[in-house]
């Protein structure tokens, strides 16, 4: 099966930084608006952040202002740059095809979900 790989996680302290990566299948990338999503223990899978096509972005409150979100059409490749990182950001992040306006949303057909990469923020 074809997957998403996401690389980039790790242990930061509260207001550092992160950058993930995230290599997508050309089937899945090219055409679609892309997004990041997390998933903390216990809760909903959640989208956070969305890039259209030609750079479009849109955010989840949560994470607005703190959070970009990039993508290069050349390498099938999409990144989310992490700033300010509050303890409540710690999840697993995936990424996948997502909607980004006129609000972010689950698309009806989404890849086959990746391993993810573990973001813990500590206080």
């Known amino acids: 099966q074809v997957q998403l790989v996401e690389s980039g996680g790790g242990l930061v302290q509260a207001g550092g930084s992160l950058r993930l990566s995230c290599v997508a299948p050309?089937?899945?990338?090219?055409?679609?608006?892309m997004g990041w999503y997390r998933q903390a223990p216990g809760k909903q899978r959640e989208l956070v952040a969305g890039?259209?096509?030609?750079?479009?972005?849109n955010y989840a409150n949560s994470v607005k202002d703190r959070f970009t979100i990039s993508r290069d059409n050349a390498k099938n490749t999409i990144y989310l740059q992490m700033d300010s990182l509050k303890p409540e950001d710690t999840a697993v992040y995936y990424c996948?095809?997502?909607?980004?306006?006129?609000?972010?949303?689950?698309?009806?057909?989404?890849?086959?979900w990746g391993q993810g990469t573990q973001v813990t923020v500590s206080s």
């Open positions: 890039v259209s096509i030609l750079s479009y972005t």
């Open positions: 996948n095809a997502a909607i980004v306006r006129p609000t972010l949303s689950f698309p009806n057909h989404l890849g086959n």
């Open positions: 050309g089937s899945i990338f090219r055409g679609n608006a």
